[in-house]
């Protein structure tokens, strides 16, 4: 098994319109991502722009009739409706790929690293 992110992708699609989305973000890529999000920090950041990363960072392509020839840039991915079904859908993957609930830790042995916390009495804590 190796240790690195798949590049693997999905299609979503409707009618004639298909929009491949990646499956997995790698380090560089979540990094991407964090720091693009980071640049906007000081502004109120809105459910909008959030999403509109998440779509930068996942789509790998599209193709159909709807997407009018446009090439994949940010500009035409910020000019997508909102409202559509496969725009929100495509949201949603984004959203699933980005922010994948974690696995629990547990009291794996297998592996010289620990994946259980530790405790410790320093100053201040109560023991």
Same mark, same amino acid.
């Given at each position: =098994?190796?240790?690195? &992110? %798949? +590049?693997? +992708?999905?299609?979503?699609?409707?009618?004639?319109?298909?929009?491949? =989305?990646? &499956? !997995?973000?790698?380090? !560089?890529?979540?990094?991407?991502?964090?720091?693009?999000?980071?640049?906007?920090?000081?502004?109120?950041?809105? +459910?909008?722009?959030?999403?509109?990363?998440?779509?930068?960072?996942?789509?790998?392509?599209? *193709? !159909?009739? *709807?997407?009018?020839?446009?090439?994949?840039?940010?500009?035409?991915?910020?000019? #997508?409706?909102?409202?559509? %079904?496969? $725009?929100?859908?495509? $949201?949603?993957? @984004?959203? @699933?790929?980005?922010?994948?609930? @974690?696995?629990? #830790?547990?009291?794996?042995?297998?592996?010289? @690293?620990?994946?259980?916390?530790?405790?410790?009495? !320093?100053?201040? +804590?109560?023991?």
């Amino acid at each position: =098994m190796s240790r690195f &992110t %798949p +590049t693997t +992708t999905i299609d979503l699609t409707d009618a004639e319109d298909t929009i491949t =989305m990646r &499956t !997995g973000l790698t380090y !560089g890529q979540r990094a991407d991502y964090a720091d693009a999000l980071m640049q906007i920090e000081g502004e109120y950041v809105t +459910t909008y722009r959030r999403q509109l990363l998440m779509l930068e960072a996942t789509i790998e392509d599209w *193709s !159909g009739p *709807s997407f009018d020839a446009m090439p994949l840039t940010r500009t035409s991915i910020a000019a #997508l409706d909102a409202r559509d %079904p496969l $725009v929100q859908r495509a $949201v949603a993957h @984004a959203e @699933a790929v980005i922010y994948p609930k @974690a696995a629990p #830790l547990t009291d794996d042995t297998s592996s010289t @690293a620990s994946a259980t916390p530790s405790s410790s009495t !320093g100053v201040g +804590t109560p023991s």
